[in-house]
């Protein structure tokens, strides 16, 4: 493979203010097809922005001004003639506490595809079938289809909302501490849901967890301040880190 | 159904197949020493001695993996004993070679006139050893302490043969010093052999903690 074509998102100078505050400051960053990046820092240091500028998902905070560019394969993805919906569902998001709609089992994983044009009760039947069968959740959930998303366990609804947005057939999905609210099994087999969409999928991750961060991911990024202070292999990061600031924040001694 | 951490079980699994292969090249390099040996055929020594570099290579890669499951994993109870007894096991397995490398360069002093005894306990020796470390890799493969009981048997039989061989050699060069330039090295060769030993025991005995949890000196 051409090493340009390892990458599937490649993030050129990009610098994010809002109002007059300089969130992300210089943001230069290639993510490789087919991996699971995570991004690591303390609280506020820009890591979440980072993730949703991915899927333009600062456009809709008022005052936010982005500058810089995001390349989605071969596409600038701030272009002016970007269709964000579009973009939105090449690109899709799971949220750190799942979001499940007040709606059955089935028509939670149905909606994106029919919203994106999918009528065919056949066709929905079958994406539906296959997204859960994906995300682990099709034998728990085959007999209650038709029961409300919401009787689900935390650790199932998120298993759900991986399952919506694989239902729209994108190229990269962003989770942002998509295990925060789980207990620890579900967080593990998050995890191992992310290692398997992986082989067909791009994967960002933002996580609070330095362990899961080095648990699951093949690339870290270390931010602070709203910059990148390093970025590589998780295994180089986890044993090597290059610099002093993401030694001691991945040691505990972070001040 | 997702399985958690199918990934790791795996990477476990392959870290010990690493093991698996550095352990069969070892086992090669003792069988070839000691042909080498019996039929002063040094281009055959050279050739074990060469072998060594691909098991120090391994030891490095196993090292690596360890050091990247221990730092990215979070290894607990049965995981976390399963790669510390990775790390040491190719420690030992790398020392056996050393040994056989050792055991190949001493045998260039004897390569070029003949014998003045036959070799026959060094290649008993050498048989045992060899044994003991496919038993040991056997047991680490099919967890069966039982195979692990019995090295440690073969191990006292590997001493036995070492000082008797010691005090034999000893009682020749007494009698004869002319016969010094053969039997130094070949005490060493015993000795060689009596470390290689040693270090399988200290095989046995990792296997002997994955299984129970239980650190300790199995030889007597």
Redesign the interface.
């Known amino acids: 493979m051409d090493q340009k074509d390892c990458y599937k998102i490649r993030i050129e100078d990009l610098n994010l203010y809002f109002a007059t505050n300089h969130v992300l400051k210089g943001i230069n960053l290639d993510i490789r097809k087919n991996s699971i990046t995570a991004l690591i820092g303390p609280s506020g240091c820009g890591k979440s922005t980072l993730l949703r500028c991915i899927n333009r998902m600062n456009d809709v905070i008022d005052e936010v001004r982005i500058v810089g560019r995001i390349f989605l394969g071969h596409e600038d993805i701030y272009a002016d003639d970007t269709d964000v919906t579009h973009l939105r569902k090449r690109v899709g998001m799971v949220f750190q506490r799942p979001v499940a709609f007040p709606l059955s089992i089935y028509e939670n994983v149905a909606s994106a595809p029919r919203v994106h044009g999918v009528s065919h009760k056949e066709t929905l039947d079958n994406i539906v079938t296959s997204s859960l069968t994906k995300v682990g959740l099709w034998d728990e959930v085959a007999d209650k289809l038709h029961k409300s998303a919401l009787n689900l366990s935390l650790g199932q609804q998120q298993q759900l909302c991986v399952a919506r947005v694989i239902a729209s057939e994108p190229e990269v999905i962003l989770l942002d501490e998509p295990c925060s609210a789980l207990d620890p099994i579900s967080t593990m087999k998050i995890e191992e849901l992310m290692r398997q969409l992986a082989e067909n999928y791009t994967v960002v991750i933002v996580t609070h967890s330095m362990q899961q961060a080095a648990r699951a991911s093949d690339c870290t990024v270390f931010m602070l301040s709203g910059e990148i202070i390093e970025s590589g292999p998780t295994g180089e990061m986890f044993t090597s880190p290059r610099d002093s600031r993401t030694e001691n924040y991945i040691t505990g001694r972070f001040r | 159904?997702?399985?958690?951490?199918?990934?790791?079980e795996q990477e476990l699994v392959e870290l010990e197949q690493l093991i698996l292969r550095m352990g069969a090249i070892s086992e090669d390099m003792l069988s070839r020493m000691i042909q080498a040996l019996k039929e002063r055929n040094t281009e055959l020594a050279e050739e074990t001695v060469r072998m060594d570099d691909q098991v120090d290579a391994l030891n490095l890669e196993i090292e690596t993996i360890c050091?990247?499951l221990i730092?990215?994993?979070?290894p607990q109870a049965r995981d976390l004993r399963r790669i510390i007894a990775a790390l040491k096991i190719a420690g030992d397995v790398e020392r056996v070679a050393d040994y056989a490398v050792d055991i190949c360069l001493v045998g260039r002093e004897l390569a070029d006139k003949p014998l003045f005894k036959p070799l026959e306990d060094i290649p008993k020796m050498q048989e045992i050893v060899k044994r003991m470390l496919h038993e040991t890799l056997d047991a680490f493969v099919t967890r069966d302490l039982d195979l692990v009981y019995k090295m440690i048997a073969d191990d006292e039989e590997v001493d036995t043969l070492y000082e008797n061989l010691y005090v034999e050699l000893k009682d020749f060069m007494k009698q004869d010093p002319s016969l010094v330039d053969q039997a130094v090295p070949l005490i060493l060769i015993t000795r060689y052999l009596e470390r290689i030993a040693d270090h399988i025991t200290n095989i046995g005995e990792r296997v002997f903690y994955v299984e129970t949890g239980e650190l300790k000196e199995l030889h007597v």
């Open positions: 159904m997702v399985k958690p951490r199918r990934r790791f050091i990247k730092a990215t994993q979070q």
